[in-house]
């Protein structure tokens, strides 16, 4: 095998992995927010007591940050596989995670005790 071939197929690896990578993000997305939606709709009915409520918000939220946080490491890694077209939606996730520190909330707060 050749080094060209070897690299294409370092390279369709790479953007295999990048596509698991935002499928899974978006799920997590998507997941996490019709969760929160669903139990505060619950809980403002008077069917979801607050104490559970308060749980299933931190798991929601602590999901979120974590996608958040995932997906800064997926646009260090894989920003030159994204179209171009799309780095200004990337950049202004990137944007949103930076100036709320989401990744340091999750290493102190989500991640570790």
Known sequence: MTSGRKQ???D???A????AILNGFVGDLVAGTN???DYAERHQA???PFELMIAVSNLCLSHLILAVAKFEEFWRRY???VPKEHHGA???IM???QDRKITNFRNRYVGHI
Do not use: E, W, Y
């Not at 295999?16 to 596509?19: L, S």
């Open 8 to 10: 294409d197929h370092s």
């Open 12 to 14: 369709r690896d790479r």
């Open 16 to 19: 295999v992995d990048a596509v």
């Open 35 to 37: 969760i929160l939606v």
């Open 46 to 48: 008077g069917t979801f």
């Open 79 to 81: 920003n030159d596989l």
């Open 90 to 92: 990337c950049k202004s």
């Open 95 to 97: 944007k949103f995670s």
